[in-house]
């Protein structure tokens, strides 16, 4: 079992302090970092989607007075799923499909009754129909409010949650849970996660040239099964690669302290190299320091949680770097068809 762990070495601590700055981030590109925080165990259930779609298989997150709740918002979730669609080839929307709670307090005309969503069942006076399970030895006696819901969150048990891609219904997604002594983790799901992060990244290739594309997807792929340090280590590279590039630029600036920048930690560093980076880097550098750990320094939890915020560091860097080519390559295409005209009028003379 991986545990979350603290450094408590001089130098690890004192970086510590400044990873307490990640909690006053505002900028929402960063995501939860504490959910980020994978492979450990944690007491926040994240929301549905991230369950789904960002926490790696095998992280467990403890149950605690009234989370049971979480655990039933996740089960019964009924809102859609932006995602990459394997089958389509392109990003789809993804439906529930799997049997919700169903309301009984709206009388029924015909069919069944209208799906009902956790949070309506705040309400105490609302009830549900929990749906029968083949799987299971014993069943709920219908209708229940949310309160009653409780010991049935709570047993162990595995269940899955379906959704299929709404422009074919055949086109699924699905997610296997586990609860087992009040611990809940996703242990498994089809597509892998890796599978549909890894299709969001083939953007980067052109960029990064295959090795370092390979390298990139690795530390995802890595991550999506909650390998922590291996993954942050590919991570790591390729942010460094990332800065020397920059560097290699910055140097050749009237007024560059050399000397200053190689004793720099890498927080420092980004400042350094403020006008080259993304302001986003440079605002929330403190998240950076830890690439200043050494590797025997790296806790498994710590790489896990710092995971989220350097890979969209890289992907904010190689975004402008794609957002500049394509400026350049339109910029030629004009230059040429002007000189086209060009030549037209000086025909005509
Ligand atoms: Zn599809």
Same mark, same amino acid.
């Given at each position: 079992?991986?545990?979350?762990?603290?450094?408590?070495?001089?130098?690890?601590?004192?970086?510590?302090?400044?990873?307490?700055?990640?909690?006053?981030?505002?900028?929402?590109?960063?995501?939860?970092?504490?959910?980020?925080?994978?492979?450990?165990?944690?007491?926040? =259930?994240?929301?549905?989607?991230?369950?789904?779609?960002?926490?790696?298989?095998?992280?467990?997150?403890?149950?605690?007075?009234?989370?049971?709740?979480?655990?039933?918002?996740?089960?019964?979730?009924?809102?859609?799923?932006?995602?990459?669609?394997?089958?389509?080839?392109?990003?789809?929307?993804?439906?529930?499909?799997?049997?919700?709670?169903?309301?009984?307090?709206? @009388?029924?005309?015909?069919?069944?009754?209208?799906?009902?969503?956790?949070?309506?069942?705040?309400?105490?006076?609302?009830?549900?129909?929990?749906?029968?399970?083949?799987?299971?030895?014993?069943? @709920?006696?219908?209708?229940?409010?949310?309160?009653?819901?409780? @010991?049935?969150?709570?047993?162990?048990?595995?269940?899955?949650?379906?959704?299929?891609?709404?422009?074919?219904?055949?086109?699924?997604?699905?997610?296997?849970?586990?609860?087992?002594?009040?611990?809940?983790?996703?242990?498994?799901?089809? @597509?892998?996660?890796?599978?549909?992060?890894?299709?969001?990244?083939?953007?980067?290739?052109?960029?990064?040239?295959?090795?370092?594309?390979?390298?990139?997807?690795?530390?995802?792929?890595?991550?999506?099964?909650?390998?922590?340090?291996?993954?942050?280590?590919?991570?790591?590279?390729?942010?460094?690669?990332?800065?020397?590039?920059?560097?290699?630029?910055?140097?050749?600036?009237?007024?560059?302290?050399?000397?200053?920048?190689?004793?720099?930690?890498?927080?420092?560093?980004?400042?350094?190299?403020?006008?080259?980076?993304?302001?986003?880097?440079?605002?929330?550098?403190?998240?950076?320091? =830890?690439?200043?750990?050494?590797?025997?320094?790296?806790?498994?939890?710590?790489?896990?949680?710092?995971?989220?915020?350097?890979?969209?560091?890289?992907?904010?860097?190689?975004?402008?770097? =794609?957002?500049?080519?394509?400026?350049?390559?339109?910029?030629?295409? =004009?230059?040429?068809?002007?000189?086209?005209?060009?030549?037209?009028?000086?025909?005509?003379?």
């Amino acid at each position: 079992m991986m545990q979350s762990r603290v450094t408590r070495t001089g130098r690890g601590e004192a970086n510590l302090g400044s990873n307490r700055a990640v909690g006053i981030l505002t900028i929402r590109d960063l995501g939860d970092v504490t959910t980020a925080a994978m492979g450990c165990r944690m007491s926040e =259930i994240p929301d549905a989607r991230k369950m789904f779609l960002e926490v790696p298989p095998y992280a467990e997150f403890t149950v605690g007075p009234g989370q049971f709740v979480d655990v039933l918002k996740v089960q019964f979730f009924l809102g859609t799923l932006d995602a990459h669609c394997l089958e389509c080839g392109k990003e789809g929307v993804f439906a529930s499909a799997s049997p919700p709670l169903r309301d009984a307090n709206t @009388p029924r005309t015909k069919g069944s009754a209208p799906a009902i969503t956790v949070e309506d069942l705040r309400d105490p006076f609302r009830q549900a129909q929990w749906p029968y399970s083949f799987s299971r030895n014993t069943n @709920p006696i219908n209708p229940l409010n949310l309160n009653q819901m409780e @010991p049935w969150a709570l047993e162990d048990r595995t269940f899955d949650v379906v959704f299929s891609c709404t422009r074919d219904s055949t086109h699924r997604l699905t997610f296997f849970f586990r609860m087992r002594d009040r611990t809940f983790s996703k242990v498994g799901q089809t @597509p892998s996660l890796a599978d549909l992060q890894a299709t969001d990244m083939a953007k980067y290739r052109k960029v990064l040239g295959d090795d370092r594309h390979r390298e990139f997807t690795k530390a995802v792929g890595l991550h999506a099964h909650g390998v922590g340090i291996g993954a942050f280590v590919y991570l790591r590279r390729l942010f460094e690669w990332l800065i020397e590039t920059a560097h290699a630029l910055a140097v050749k600036d009237a007024g560059w302290d050399e000397g200053a920048y190689q004793r720099a930690r890498m927080d420092e560093k980004i400042l350094l190299l403020k006008g080259r980076l993304p302001a986003f880097m440079v605002e929330n550098r403190s998240v950076y320091s =830890i690439l200043s750990f050494g590797i025997h320094e790296l806790a498994e939890g710590q790489c896990l949680k710092y995971f989220e915020p350097v890979k969209t560091g890289i992907e904010l860097i190689l975004d402008e770097e =794609i957002e500049r080519r394509a400026r350049v390559e339109k910029e030629e295409r =004009i230059r040429k068809a002007l000189a086209a005209v060009k030549g037209e009028l000086g025909g005509r003379k």
